[in-house]
């Protein structure tokens, strides 16, 4: 058939059949006069191409796909290699999902002070349609129970877990500055214009990370007063993700990244599942000397939780 045929049947331009044609991942008989010949083989490929392309897999990318084809089996994805090319299309479309996350965040905390700057109305109390208030919780917010997830932590030693942190370079846990170190721990911080899982202000000890956070932000200079020798947040989200909210929330203190939860097997953290995700329940943890001298399980409500941790170290000084 004729290269106007082929691109009829298969849904694509002549200018794109060329163009795989270039790629060699077409390769037409050629007549005796010289034209290009096409079969139902080339047909079915150039379909493949099309289909692959509609999920943002480019054409230069769909050899696997095509030479499992052309091995003979029946789907374009019953190969390894395939699987392999879905995968990495995966990776980077969460990376590009990361980076366009961010990158709304900050123009939106752009706008919205942009838009305040010689406005005495203040932009967390404008429509929560346009952004939500992470910093204020529900009057009906669910308290957690003491389920006695945390009762075995005090005692143990902190483990020899290296974690990334915000400033750049990894924290040792078993390597802490001496003295008494504070580690909160908490499911995930939420971004303006960000999803968070469904149901999450139903989930009892969920809701409420960012005022946690702006609460250690607040009482930061007090807790190192009152002998903290430092104050970390911990999470399973990744550093850049963490970094952001840094950033945004201006906190003078370091996030820790465990995105693999290996506290959980290191000292039995406990967890729960939203949305599809294991994250870490809120606690915190007091370690004095490479040892946990007390624990906050559970931690409730979240905007009051650096007072409690304040009152706790001032009730009990070295």
């Not at 390769?27 to 079969?39: E, K, M, V």
């Not at 029946?74 to 990361?98: F, K, M, N, Q, W």
């Not at 994250?279 to 409690?308: C, M, N, W």
Request: net charge negative; aromatic share 6%.
């Amino acid at each position: 058939m004729r290269i106007s045929e082929l691109a009829r049947r298969a849904g694509v331009t002549t200018k794109a059949v060329r163009y795989y044609e270039s790629l060699g991942l077409i390769t037409p008989g050629r007549l005796a006069n010289g034209y290009r010949d096409y079969d139902e083989n080339d047909v079915r490929l150039a379909r493949e191409i099309r289909a692959l392309r509609r999920l943002g897999i480019p054409a230069e990318r769909t050899r696997p796909f095509l030479d499992c084809l052309q091995s003979g089996r029946r789907h374009a994805d019953d190969c390894p290699a395939s699987l392999a090319g879905y995968r990495e299309a995966v990776d980077e479309l969460t990376e590009r999902i990361g980076e366009l996350t961010a990158r709304r965040a900050a123009l939106i905390s752009q706008l919205q002070e942009a838009a305040h700057r010689n406005s005495s109305v203040s932009p967390a109390h404008e429509g929560e349609d346009f952004m939500n208030d992470y910093l204020s919780l529900p009057a009906d917010l669910p308290a957690p129970e003491d389920d006695g997830a945390a009762g075995h932590l005090p005692g143990m030693k902190a483990p020899s877990l290296e974690l990334s942190g915000t400033a750049g370079g990894t924290i040792r846990l078993d390597a802490l500055a001496a003295g008494r170190t504070v580690i909160y721990v908490y499911p995930l911080t939420g971004r303006p214009g960000t999803d968070l899982p469904e149901g999450w202000d139903s989930i009892p000890g969920a809701r409420g990370c960012t005022p946690e956070s702006c609460g250690f932000r607040d009482h930061y200079q007090d807790l190192l007063a009152a002998g903290a020798a430092d104050v970390f947040g911990l999470s399973g989200q990744d550093t850049g993700y963490q970094r952001e909210v840094v950033e945004r929330l201006r906190l003078p203190f370091q996030m820790l990244s465990d995105p693999a939860l290996d506290l959980v097997g290191m000292l039995g953290l406990p967890t729960f599942e939203a949305g599809g995700l294991t994250l870490y329940k809120r606690l915190t943890l007091i370690i004095l000397d490479g040892v946990i001298e007390h624990v906050f399980y559970p931690v409730f409500p979240p905007s009051e939780h650096a007072d409690q941790v304040l009152t706790w170290l001032r009730d009990n000084p070295l």
